[in-house]
Protein backbone atom coordinates (compact mmCIF):
# COMPACT_ATOMS: atom_id res chain seq x y z
CA UNK A 1 0.00 0.00 0.00
CA UNK A 2 1.47 3.80 -0.64
CA UNK A 3 0.39 7.01 0.83
CA UNK A 4 -0.62 9.70 -1.67
CA UNK A 5 -0.33 13.62 -1.46
CA UNK A 6 -2.54 15.85 -2.88
CA UNK A 7 -1.47 19.45 -3.11
CA UNK A 8 -3.89 21.61 -4.47
CA UNK A 9 -7.29 21.45 -5.14
CA UNK A 10 -7.27 24.07 -8.63
CA UNK A 11 -6.00 24.20 -11.96
CA UNK A 12 -2.32 23.26 -12.19
CA UNK A 13 -2.70 20.87 -8.95
CA UNK A 14 0.25 18.45 -8.22
CA UNK A 15 -0.42 15.15 -7.55
CA UNK A 16 2.55 13.32 -6.07
CA UNK A 17 2.56 9.21 -5.42
CA UNK A 18 4.82 9.25 -2.20
CA UNK A 19 5.19 6.30 0.09
CA UNK A 20 4.89 7.45 3.70
CA UNK A 21 8.68 7.48 4.31
CA UNK A 22 9.26 9.88 1.88
CA UNK A 23 6.28 11.85 2.88
CA UNK A 24 8.15 12.06 6.46
CA UNK A 25 11.31 13.02 4.66
CA UNK A 26 10.00 15.89 2.94
CA UNK A 27 8.48 16.90 5.95
CA UNK A 28 11.52 16.67 8.13
CA UNK A 29 13.00 18.78 5.02
CA UNK A 30 10.50 21.67 5.35
CA UNK A 31 10.07 22.01 9.40
CA UNK A 32 13.79 21.89 9.56
CA UNK A 33 13.38 25.21 6.98
CA UNK A 34 10.93 26.83 9.04
CA UNK A 35 8.43 26.26 6.11
CA UNK A 36 5.12 25.41 6.11
CA UNK A 37 3.33 22.13 4.54
CA UNK A 38 -0.47 21.23 4.11
CA UNK A 39 -1.56 18.50 2.60
CA UNK A 40 -4.34 15.58 2.44
CA UNK A 41 -3.27 11.72 2.60
CA UNK A 42 -5.27 9.15 1.16
CA UNK A 43 -4.54 5.27 0.85
CA UNK A 44 -4.32 3.89 -2.73
CA UNK A 45 -3.56 0.53 -4.23
CA UNK A 46 -1.29 2.03 -6.05
CA UNK A 47 2.25 0.86 -6.21
CA UNK A 48 5.05 3.51 -5.43
CA UNK A 49 8.66 3.78 -5.49
CA UNK A 50 9.68 3.12 -1.69
CA UNK A 51 12.37 5.42 -0.35
CA UNK A 52 13.57 4.47 2.82
CA UNK A 53 14.07 7.04 5.69
CA UNK A 54 17.90 7.68 6.22
CA UNK A 55 19.12 6.83 9.60
CA UNK A 56 18.78 9.25 12.56
CA UNK A 57 21.12 10.64 14.66
CA UNK A 58 20.37 12.25 18.66
CA UNK A 59 23.96 14.65 19.40
CA UNK A 60 24.06 14.84 23.40
CA UNK A 61 26.27 17.79 23.97
CA UNK A 62 27.57 19.92 27.46
CA UNK A 63 29.52 23.28 25.80
CA UNK A 64 30.51 24.79 22.49
CA UNK A 65 29.51 21.79 20.39
CA UNK A 66 32.11 22.46 17.75
CA UNK A 67 32.30 18.12 17.03
CA UNK A 68 28.50 18.89 16.84
CA UNK A 69 28.95 21.19 14.24
CA UNK A 70 31.51 19.68 12.37
CA UNK A 71 28.62 16.58 11.91
CA UNK A 72 25.81 19.19 11.10
CA UNK A 73 28.02 20.30 8.31
CA UNK A 74 28.80 17.33 6.81
CA UNK A 75 24.93 15.57 7.11
CA UNK A 76 23.82 19.55 5.46
CA UNK A 77 26.19 18.82 2.72
CA UNK A 78 25.06 15.15 2.10
CA UNK A 79 28.60 13.87 2.83
CA UNK A 80 26.74 11.96 5.61
CA UNK A 81 23.93 10.27 4.36
CA UNK A 82 21.38 10.81 7.66
CA UNK A 83 19.67 13.23 9.47
CA UNK A 84 20.33 14.72 13.28
CA UNK A 85 17.07 14.10 14.95
CA UNK A 86 17.58 15.45 17.92
CA UNK A 87 20.05 17.38 19.47
CA UNK A 88 20.05 17.44 23.53
CA UNK A 89 21.98 19.40 25.91
CA UNK A 90 22.11 19.23 29.99
CA UNK A 91 22.86 22.87 29.90
CA UNK A 92 20.35 24.77 28.70
CA UNK A 93 22.49 27.74 27.82
CA UNK A 94 25.23 25.58 26.13
CA UNK A 95 26.38 27.45 23.01
CA UNK A 96 26.14 23.95 20.86
CA UNK A 97 22.69 24.31 21.96
CA UNK A 98 21.92 27.83 20.69
CA UNK A 99 23.68 26.56 17.12
CA UNK A 100 21.67 23.84 16.59
CA UNK A 101 18.67 26.03 16.72
CA UNK A 102 20.08 28.53 14.57
CA UNK A 103 20.35 25.51 11.73
CA UNK A 104 16.66 24.38 12.50
CA UNK A 105 16.94 21.21 14.26
CA UNK A 106 14.79 19.93 16.85
CA UNK A 107 16.64 20.74 20.35
CA UNK A 108 15.66 19.86 23.90
CA UNK A 109 17.21 20.16 27.53
CA UNK A 110 16.65 19.00 30.84
CA UNK A 111 17.96 20.45 34.28
CA UNK A 112 19.04 17.74 35.97
CA UNK A 113 19.50 19.19 39.80
CA UNK A 114 17.90 16.93 42.17
CA UNK A 115 17.25 14.41 39.45
CA UNK A 116 18.52 10.88 39.84
CA UNK A 117 20.98 9.78 37.12
CA UNK A 118 19.47 6.65 36.42
CA UNK A 119 15.89 8.90 36.09
CA UNK A 120 17.68 11.37 34.60
CA UNK A 121 18.42 9.23 31.64
CA UNK A 122 15.13 7.72 31.76
CA UNK A 123 14.21 10.99 30.63
CA UNK A 124 16.87 11.72 28.10
CA UNK A 125 16.69 8.35 26.35
CA UNK A 126 12.52 9.22 26.27
CA UNK A 127 13.17 11.82 24.49
CA UNK A 128 15.62 10.27 22.13
CA UNK A 129 13.07 7.63 21.59
CA UNK A 130 10.52 9.93 20.76
CA UNK A 131 12.20 11.50 17.83
CA UNK A 132 12.83 8.24 16.55
CA UNK A 133 16.79 8.75 17.28
CA UNK A 134 18.70 5.36 15.91
CA UNK A 135 22.46 6.34 16.59
CA UNK A 136 23.60 8.61 19.72
CA UNK A 137 26.98 10.90 18.97
CA UNK A 138 28.02 12.33 22.34
CA UNK A 139 29.34 15.46 21.56
CA UNK A 140 31.10 17.15 24.47
CA UNK A 141 28.79 15.35 26.82
CA UNK A 142 30.10 16.03 30.34
CA UNK A 143 27.94 13.18 32.10
CA UNK A 144 28.85 9.59 32.73
CA UNK A 145 25.72 7.76 31.08
CA UNK A 146 24.08 5.20 33.80
CA UNK A 147 23.78 1.32 32.55
CA UNK A 148 20.17 1.80 31.99
CA UNK A 149 20.55 4.86 29.15
CA UNK A 150 23.84 2.20 27.67
CA UNK A 151 21.23 -0.69 27.73
CA UNK A 152 18.44 0.92 26.05
CA UNK A 153 21.28 1.98 22.68
CA UNK A 154 23.57 -0.89 22.99
CA UNK A 155 26.25 -0.49 20.32
CA UNK A 156 24.62 2.84 18.90
CA UNK A 157 26.63 5.00 21.36
CA UNK A 158 29.65 7.11 19.96
CA UNK A 159 32.33 9.25 21.80
CA UNK A 160 35.19 10.99 20.56
CA UNK A 161 38.04 11.62 23.30
CA UNK A 162 40.92 13.46 22.66
CA UNK A 163 43.68 10.95 23.38
CA UNK A 164 44.98 7.77 22.22
CA UNK A 165 42.91 5.49 24.16
CA UNK A 166 43.34 3.55 26.40
CA UNK A 167 45.70 6.17 27.31
CA UNK A 168 44.59 8.91 29.40
CA UNK A 169 40.72 8.14 29.44
CA UNK A 170 38.87 10.83 31.29
CA UNK A 171 39.35 14.69 31.54
CA UNK A 172 41.91 17.14 30.46
CA UNK A 173 42.80 14.24 27.96
CA UNK A 174 45.09 16.52 25.98
CA UNK A 175 46.76 18.00 29.28
CA UNK A 176 47.65 14.80 30.44
CA UNK A 177 49.30 13.73 27.21
CA UNK A 178 51.20 16.97 27.33
CA UNK A 179 52.45 16.98 30.82
CA UNK A 180 53.65 12.97 30.92
CA UNK A 181 55.73 14.13 28.02
CA UNK A 182 54.33 11.39 25.22
CA UNK A 183 55.66 12.21 21.69
CA UNK A 184 52.16 11.00 20.06
CA UNK A 185 48.95 12.38 21.32
CA UNK A 186 45.55 12.21 19.09
CA UNK A 187 42.09 11.31 19.06
CA UNK A 188 39.63 7.75 19.13
CA UNK A 189 36.30 7.36 18.58
CA UNK A 190 34.78 4.71 20.27
CA UNK A 191 31.64 2.81 21.32
CA UNK A 192 30.38 3.90 24.60
CA UNK A 193 29.88 0.96 27.10
CA UNK A 194 28.92 1.15 30.60
CA UNK A 195 32.84 2.17 31.90
CA UNK A 196 34.58 5.62 30.70
CA UNK A 197 36.11 6.01 27.85
CA UNK A 198 35.99 2.19 27.24
CA UNK A 199 34.45 1.09 25.03
CA UNK A 200 35.25 -0.54 21.56
CA UNK A 201 37.73 1.61 19.21
CA UNK A 202 35.99 2.27 16.13
CA UNK A 203 38.96 4.71 14.48
CA UNK A 204 42.12 6.91 16.14
CA UNK A 205 44.14 9.59 14.53
CA UNK A 206 47.70 10.61 15.72
CA UNK A 207 48.88 14.04 16.83
CA UNK A 208 52.58 14.47 16.81
CA UNK A 209 53.22 16.34 20.20
CA UNK A 210 55.84 19.16 19.38
CA UNK A 211 58.67 20.13 21.20
CA UNK A 212 57.02 24.05 21.83
CA UNK A 213 53.98 22.89 22.48
CA UNK A 214 51.49 23.83 24.65
CA UNK A 215 48.59 22.58 26.12
CA UNK A 216 46.42 24.77 24.05
CA UNK A 217 48.05 24.25 20.90
CA UNK A 218 48.00 20.68 21.34
CA UNK A 219 44.28 20.61 21.77
CA UNK A 220 43.93 22.79 18.87
CA UNK A 221 45.82 20.34 16.55
CA UNK A 222 43.95 17.36 17.91
CA UNK A 223 40.47 19.13 17.52
CA UNK A 224 41.06 19.31 13.61
CA UNK A 225 41.08 15.63 13.82
CA UNK A 226 38.50 15.29 15.62
CA UNK A 227 36.29 16.79 13.25
CA UNK A 228 37.65 14.31 10.60
CA UNK A 229 37.33 10.99 12.11
CA UNK A 230 34.32 11.74 14.28
CA UNK A 231 32.14 12.03 10.74
CA UNK A 232 34.15 9.13 9.22
CA UNK A 233 33.67 6.99 11.71
CA UNK A 234 30.16 7.48 11.72
CA UNK A 235 29.73 7.38 8.09
CA UNK A 236 31.68 3.40 8.45
CA UNK A 237 28.81 3.00 11.39
CA UNK A 238 25.66 3.48 9.37
CA UNK A 239 26.95 1.36 6.35
CA UNK A 240 26.20 -1.76 8.88
CA UNK A 241 29.68 -3.12 7.88
CA UNK A 242 31.51 -3.83 10.83
CA UNK A 243 31.47 -6.48 13.37
CA UNK A 244 32.38 -6.28 17.21
CA UNK A 245 34.05 -9.38 18.45
CA UNK A 246 35.22 -8.55 22.34
CA UNK A 247 36.89 -5.21 22.09
CA UNK A 248 37.58 -5.00 18.69
CA UNK A 249 35.44 -3.39 15.74
CA UNK A 250 36.07 -5.33 12.46
CA UNK A 251 35.14 -4.12 8.98
CA UNK A 252 33.29 -6.21 6.65
Known sequence: MSSHTQAASSPGWLIYDLHVAQILVLWRTIHRAGGQFTARCFISPLSS????????????????GSNFEA???????????????????????????????????????????????DEYDRQVADLLREH??????LAGYMRLLSGHFVHQ???????????????????????????????????????????????????QAAVPVLDDDTPETLSARILVEEHRIYSEA???????????????????
Open 132 to 137: AVDFVC
Open 49 to 64: PRLPLKPNLGILLSGR
Open 153 to 203: FRNRILNIHPSLLPAFPGLDAQYQAWIHGVKIAGCTVHFVDEDLDSGPILM
Open 71 to 117: IAANVLSGKLDCEIGFVFSNRANAAGLARARELGFACGTLESKGIDR
Open 234 to 252: IAWVLTGNYRIEGRRVIKT
